[in-house]
């Protein structure tokens, strides 16, 4: 059974930074991608990040590129958001999601592009 357990989110001010992890445990997706997803009170969940595991290739959405960074530890099945001058817009819910194939040329931005999902983790920026 593949689970998702996604950690380290909280209450920071403006301009503060916190760091999220994900561990996946049942199988790895070491041909596959995986991603942080948001959903903020009333809005639809949208994409953050992915990062492919084979090569570490990482994509972003414009809305965190130079704030914001994916990464992942292959010996500990971990990925992490590594999220800096933190705005009280990035509020929300951050999901964790996997997919267990990649093809070199695409960008998985879209929810149905993931099979795997975590419970997600709370993070609120205070102004």
């Known amino acids: 059974q593949v689970q998702l357990v996604e950690s380290g989110g909280g209450l920071v001010q403006a301009g503060g930074s916190l760091r999220l992890s994900c561990v996946a445990s049942g199988r790895t997706f070491s041909s596959g991608v995986m991603a942080w997803f948001r959903q903020a009170p009333g809005k639809e969940r949208e994409f953050v990040a992915h990062i492919r595991w084979s090569d570490s290739t990482t994509y972003y959405t414009d809305s965190v590129k130079g704030r914001f960074t994916i990464s992942r530890d292959n010996a500990k099945n971990t990925m992490y958001l590594q999220m800096n001058s933190l705005k009280p817009d990035d509020t929300a819910v951050y999901y964790c999601?996997?997919?267990?194939?990649?093809?070199?040329?695409?960008?998985?931005?879209?929810?149905?592009?993931?099979?795997?999902w975590g419970q997600g983790t709370q993070v609120t920026v205070s102004s």
């Open positions: 999601a996997a997919r267990a194939t990649n093809s070199g040329s695409t960008h998985y931005t879209n929810r149905a592009n993931y099979a795997y």
